[in-house]
């Protein structure tokens, strides 16, 4: 529990989800008696689903002019629940408009008749809908063999010093940085500041 500076609200924190129900909290301590109050805590469901960039960046180049049948493309997205948290590794009921597009991880793939026979620039438009609410993304993606970034690893959060942090309600640190590492799609490290203005980080 921890309580807001004007000691007016406390947030309550869980080791996991909580299961959606009605509870009852119970304050002691401010009095002589107990308060008490109900609460509903409702299931987690997909609020929100995002395409986070416009192009698909191409696994290798193209043929003639051509990409072949064993040419993939990616593009990032992400998943929120109603609370805004990221939960786009556990949203498991998101379908795509073709067999042929695949998603994992926050990684939507392009593969077979979606890219073979295609060329550089062309278009291809792609759908992400939860089955459960409904909820949906549309992009039209432009094809691109332009090295671009294809995965992020986080390395760690460290102050100013170099030393990691741990973030929380009782952190002390004033300042910290989020260290990445960033590849393409042929797995090379990118280090060009350029290449990651499309980097989104959410708190």
Sequence with gaps: ATWADDKK?????????????????????????????????????????????EIAVVSKNAVNGVFTTDTTATVTYVVKDQYGTDITKTASDIVTNDSNITLSNGVITLAGSAVAGKKENDLVTVVLVDKTTGKSATATL???????VSTIEVEGIFNAKGEAVQLNDQSKANEAFIVVNLKDQYGKEITEASKATGLVITN
């Design 142 to 148: 432009k094809l691109s063999a332009a090295s671009a």
């Design 9 to 53: 609200s406390v947030k309550l924190a869980a080791a996991s989800n909580l299961q959606a129900a009605e509870y009852t909290v119970t304050v002691t301590g401010l009095g002589e008696e107990a308060l008490t109050g109900k609460t509903t805590v409702e299931a987690q469901k997909v609020a929100s689903i995002e395409i986070l960039d």
